[in-house]
């Protein structure tokens, strides 16, 4: 059934909130921009280029997309939603990455992560995080070439014109910028080496509180993206159940684990600060579309995201886990909601009417 | 009310648009100049409609019945004021499908004569039946918008042995503020409205909940309230819909309502403010519900407030009084959340009515609706506990039976979750428009039903009339068979004498 059309009337209300799918969409980058503005500072022009190649890839793709089916694409990218997908695909790369890593990752983020399924709020998926899954199967060099932070204003830091050398033709010999591993791809190849973790971490990449670190965007500026998740979570936009079962999830078995034997496995801190546990929280598992719409559900999907990244990346053979682990809890997600389902008013848990007298 | 008292205190479901309730709600009372005529639908409240014991050109006073209550479920209708029968015939239905409804015209003769009343001086003398009796005659219905005959509940109530009124000021309803006004005006009548209730259900005590954005109504009902312990005052939270029944019930009792039960079986009934005072007129004065209290508002009218008037008038005079400044781009009869759109204003006044709400370009705006995102925020809204995202889903692909597996019987049409739909999605008429097609669904089964049974039962009959005459063939023949040869065997025994 379609909304009555013309001036039939439409059922009530006749009060709408304030509220839209737009300011959803503003608020999430509002609350990554901090963030965002951290690791251009952190990696200079390079990350500056590849971060506007990749959101203007997604919406490309979505626009193509929209035009193969006829529709105006001008209203559906207002949204927002293809800007933001392209934008947390942009935090998951390495920041002096190729600009090709860019386009084919916006591209098949909104393409094949999104409008095959029918566009917004119909993809089982992240799209973000298909884009970086697909990137990473089909370039694994290029997605672990991790470089040690060169702030923008270094001496010997990229301007914006070599610095968009580095994103079109790859990294230059000129610079500083050392190769680096981020923690743990450095700890995972130690460890594969038969170095445990009691040696390798003594000559470890640096990292600093403040987040000063090799990698990408969003996992350098951990504390950022924690503040902009706390500011999602207070004004509404989205609940704390997901990155708190989330972060829970990593936390409690890499704290288990640590205790049990310290030099195989890192410490639950180190787990939460590295790699995209935090930005995977706040802005990537709480993704509307693809985890569950109740409260309980929540729980068990940001738990089940939690637990299989620590899995992932303690036992598997890529050192982060983030991506795979939404992916796989996205598509849990019907499953979960359909058999998570809040209480019915009058009915118990299982869906009969409440007793009398009870 | 405190952030941290807020935060424990505030109920989980529900909305909290912006009220509107004021300056409509703080403008003195005024009362409607006599209309020239009134136009009385005979069905202004659940159930059968009343049947007209008037005649066309028959003089009426103002009280006197024009129709009586046909059926268990019914309420009678009685004159707005005093004049001449000119009419019985069809007006335009208060309804989105602007029907006609049967309805008794009345021209006024502007004097204003009510028809001789009983007052009761001590309605506690009364048996509680002869209150019933008295509330059911003076035509009294709900008049928070549901309109079920309010005897028909005091008798439920009091054959179930309800323990607690309810007396619901919640009204939760955006703009709307004629139950406030009549707590502000008109507390003691509430209050003793209420009393006479709880009489004649037999209930100890009467929880009175309102609002807590109505303090001025609080202050007047507490004062109102103050000789009678058994009547409290409780401010609840203003959160929409707290004026549900379900909802209401939950907060000032902690009682959760079963889903196939009736308010009552729990011990509790619930009347609204206004349904008190008018049972305080029918009883005190003899006074039948003629008039009431409606709030015209939206940004269209010139002088929003609240407005004493005639059953019957028309909505154009209702806004005439209160002018208008521009032509309303929406006409509303009830809130905005739950209230029915009107075509146009010559729609008469009736019983149920709280509002009219002239809505300018500006406030009826809806945004268009965009794809449905999984946000959860209908999840989060609902006050039953649904998931409006999933109903939708499912009604939108036509599995209608899909959605009565999430529960849409429960589904109370308070359009939480479409105000707060951040896509903007018409939720509540997806909801609507599956409930219709499932009871269109239900009657066509009753109906077939009905033709298989008489089918069943006519070859049944058929099976059986065959075979009664084929055996009173058979026994005629053997009668006869039988004389035949008695016959036979008496005449050779005549031939041997």
Redesign the interface.
């Known amino acids: ?1 379609k ?2 059309p013309g001036d039939a ?9 304030p ?3 737009r ?2 969409m503003s608020i999430v980058m509002g609350a990554l921009a901090p963030a965002t503005l951290f690791g251009f500072w952190l990696y200079g022009w390079p990350a500056v280029y590849l971060w506007m190649i990749t959101i203007a890839a997604a919406a490309l793709g979505e626009a193509c997309c929209l035009r193969l089916m006829a529709r105006d694409a001008g209203p559906v990218l207002l ?1 927002g ?1 293809a800007v933001l997908t392209g934008w947390l695909l942009a935090m998951s790369l390495p920041p002096w990455a190729p600009w090709w890593i860019g386009v084919f990752g916006g591209f098949f983020a909104t393409v094949l992560g999104k409008q095959v399924f029918g ?4 993809n089982l998926f992240n799209p973000a995080m298909v884009g970086r899954v697909a990137l990473l199967i089909s370039f694994p060099v290029q997605m672990t070439a991790w470089v040690a932070p060169l702030p923008i204003l270094a001496a010997g830091a990229p301007g914006p014109i070599s610095g968009l050398l580095i994103t079109l033709k790859g990294m230059q010999p000129a610079f500083d910028a050392v190769a680096s591993a981020s923690l743990l791809g450095f700890a995972k190849t130690e460890m594969s080496r038969g170095v445990d973790l009691a040696q390798s971490l003594l000559h470890a990449p640096l990292q600093a509180w403040y987040g000063s670190r090799p990698g990408s965007l969003g996992e350098t500026a951990t504390w950022l993206i924690v503040a902009g998740g706390t500011v999602m979570i207070f004004l509404g936009t989205i609940t704390w159940h997901i990155p708190l079962s989330m972060l829970l999830g990593i936390a409690a078995p890499a704290a288990l684990l640590h205790v049990v034997d310290p030099a195989r496995y890192l410490d639950a801190g180190t787990h939460l600060l590295s790699g995209g546990a935090m930005l995977g929280a706040f802005f990537i598992a709480t993704d ?2 693809t ?1 569950p ?2 409260p309980r559900g929540q729980l068990v999907f940001g738990a089940g995201c939690g637990v299989l990244t620590y899995v992932i990346r303690t036992w598997a053979g890529y050192p982060e886990g983030v991506a795979f682990a939404v992916l796989l809890m996205n598509s849990m997600t019907p499953v979960i ?1 359909r058999y998570i ?7 118990n848990r299982q ?1 009969s ?4 007298g009870k | 009310m405190g952030l941290i008292e807020r935060f424990f205190k505030e109920p989980r479901w529900g ?1 909290h ?2 009220d509107h309730k004021r300056p409509a709600a703080d403008a003195p009372l005024r009362v409607l100049p006599p209309p020239a005529r009134v136009h009385l639908p005979l069905q202004q409240h659940v159930g059968g409609a009343a049947r007209p014991v008037v005649l066309v050109g028959q003089k009426v006073l103002k009280g006197q019945l024009l129709a009586q209550s046909q059926g268990n479920i019914s309420a009678p209708i009685h004159a707005s004021v005093s004049g001449t029968v000119t009419a019985i015939s069809e007006v335009t239905a208060p309804h ?1 499908s602007g029907l006609g409804l049967a309805a008794i015209t009345i021209e006024s003769d502007f004097t204003d004569r009510w028809v001789d009343s009983d007052p009761v001086v001590d309605p506690f003398a009364l048996a509680p039946e002869e209150i019933i009796r008295r509330t059911a005659a003076a035509g009294v219905v709900g008049l928070g918008g549901a309109t079920f005959p309010a005897a028909v509940k005091f008798a439920l109530g009091k054959r179930l042995a309800v323990r607690t009124l309810i007396v619901n000021g919640g009204e939760c309803e ?1 703009y709307l503020s004629s139950d406030d006004r009549i707590m502000r005006d008109f507390p003691e009548q509430v209050v003793d409205g209420a009393r006479i209730i709880m009489h004649a259900i037999g209930a100890s005590d009467a929880l009175v909940g309102i609002e807590d954005n109505k303090p001025e109504a609080i202050a007047a009902m507490r004062e109102a309230a103050l000789a009678c312990p058994e009547v409290r005052i409780r401010p609840v939270p203003a959160r929409y819909p707290m004026g549900s029944d ?1 909802q209401l019930i ?1 907060t000032l009792t902690g009682k ?6 009736r308010a009552a ?2 011990g509790v009934l619930v009347h609204n403010v206004s349904t008190c005072a008018a049972v305080h007129r029918a009883i005190r004065l003899g006074q039948p519900l003629v008039e009431r209290i409606v709030t015209i508002n939206g940004a269209a009218v010139a002088a929003p407030g609240n407005v004493f008037a005639p059953l019957g008038t028309l909505v154009d005079e209702l806004l005439a009084c209160c002018g208008l400044t521009e032509a309303p781009a ?1 006409l ?1 009869l009830g809130g ?6 009107l ?1 146009h204003g010559r729609v008469p006044l009736v019983k149920g009515a709280s509002g009219i709400l002239a ?1 300018a370009a500006h406030e ?1 705006a ?2 268009e ?9 209908c ?1 989060r809204a ?6 409006p ?2 109903m939708a889903a499912h ?2 692909a ?1 599995d209608l039976d899909g959605a009565v597996g999430y ?1 849409l019987s ?1 589904c109370i ?1 308070c ?1 939480c979750c ?7 999605i ?1 939720l ?3 909801f ?2 599956a409930k219709g097609e499932l009871s269109a669904r239900e009657r066509a089964r009753l109906r077939s039903d009905a033709g298989k049974r008489l089918a069943e039962a006519r070859v049944v009959r058929l099976e059986r009339d065959a075979r009664e005459k084929a055996e009173l063939a058979a026994r005629r023949k053997a009668e006869r068979a039988a004389a035949k040869a008695r016959a036979e065997a008496a005449l050779p025994q005549e031939e041997t004498t």
């Open positions: 059934m909304p009555a009337p439409v059922a009530a209300p006749y009060a709408a909130t509220n839209s799918v300011r959803v949204d939603s566009g917004l709020g119909q509307y579309v985890s719409n109740t909601d389902k809040p209480r019915i008013y009058g009915r869906g009417a409440l007793e009398l | 909305v648009p912006d989105p955006p379900k939950q959760e309502v079963p889903a196939d039960a079986e729990v929406r509303i905005p959340m739950m209230g029915t759109p075509l809505f009826a809806i945004p609706a965009g794809p449905c995102i999984r946000c959860g925020s999840t609902c006050p039953m506990g649904l998931l995202l999933e009604i939108r036509g529960s429960d049409s359009g479409a105000y707060v739909c951040p896509s903007h018409p509540v008429q997806y609507s428009h």
